[in-house]
């Protein structure tokens, strides 16, 4: 076992704001970084409320900050607990996230999809870690939003200097062939440069696998139903349940994951629903959604990175249903991706007709899965990743240690030499 004082340190960084498909998206880089490299210690800073339900393996830890969340018809924030401001919110986190990366002293440290966090609140973070000679990643998914609306925002947020002047490298976990994500966005050729794009991020099934037993109760082949974190899949499972309603010669039963954000009122409302029929169970949340996916016939889903990730790495055939606000990313993704035969995809908007939905089930066993199609690099993610993090730990640089956490006789903030974080 090396020296806690030797290990390379990872810092993952993700704002987790609505959904669950960052957090998700940085464990599985966390894990996969850890299982390679048995030196390696991660510690992620995330404002997800559902972080402590995922297992995560040996070397990894996480710093909860307080929450936020998204309206989803305006795109603004608000706390999501805290009795205070939303502005009170944002500086207790920023600087937890400043000082956890001082004490820390992280030897490369990666950000998830905001370059500049929440509001502006890696900032400090990445000036103090840049200085020090930290490595700094910006970790994007594959599709951000419309390319007009992604250039006003990130012209409104002043990220492109960012981007320049203090991001050594710029990971797309996508191919180009579906998007390109910088697509309409103005920035100097250095930042191309240091794009690299690693291909989709290949998912496992998780370390322990029992298989939700509301699964086994159907008795026979099961579709897959999930809208993510659930805080925007009302409509999604209300045009699911309305096509078993109206026709009776669906194939396939139904598992219909509902996601911890979906309202209780709207839950308790589709179980009613659902509870008329022998060959369809709901459940709330399960932190094995991977073990329900590999067992299904097929998957109707709305189509985050997180859920067509797993589409392709089990290999199924799907029905998605994009969602268009408050950003297009869902619907970009998925038109590539039917484009190029991968999924089938409906269009939610106007008025959703059970009998379309119906007709989509129907067809689904003859549907192809997404190996049908070759897509070179498609589900190499993991793999680049890993190679582009050894790259990055070849050569550990802390920077100085913070003061306030040299032990006694241990070297203080004017010397490089590693110390240990406080019991």
Known sequence: MPDSSRSKRVLLYSHDSFGLGHVSRCRTIANAIV??????????????????????????DFVRIPGV?????TGEYDSANLRV???????????IIRDTADIYRPDLFIVDKEPLGLRGEVVPTLKMLKERGTPLVMGLR????DP????????????VPALTDLYDEIWVYGLPQI???LTGITVPPSVRHKMVYTGYLHRDL?????????AEEIGGPYILVTP????????????VLAAYENDPHIPYGAVIVFGPFMAAAAREHFKERAAKFRNIRTLTFTNNLGALMKDAAGVVAMGGYNTFCEILSFDKKAIIVPRTRPRLEQFIRTRAARNLGLVEMLNAEGWRDPFVMATALRQLPQQGVPSDVVVPGLLDGIGNVLRLVSKQLAHPHRGPAALDAAEPGEPSSGDAAPTRLRG
Do not use: C
């Open 142 to 145: 594959d599709v951000m939003d």
């Open 35 to 60: 299982e390679a490299d048995k030196s390696v210690s991660i510690l992620i800073i995330s404002g997800s409320p559902m972080i402590g339900s995922y297992e995560f393996r040996s070397g990894i």
């Open 228 to 239: 993510g974190g659930g805080a925007d899949g009302v409509d999604l499972v209300d045009w």
């Open 69 to 73: 969340v998204k309206q989803i018809d």
């Open 148 to 159: 007009d609306k992604l250039a006003a925002e990130w012209d409104r947020k002043n990220v």
């Open 179 to 181: 998007n390109k994500p």
């Open 206 to 214: 998780p370390l322990h696998t029992d298989v939700p037993h509301e």
């Open 85 to 95: 401001g939303v502005e009170h919110t944002l500086e207790i986190r920023t600087r």
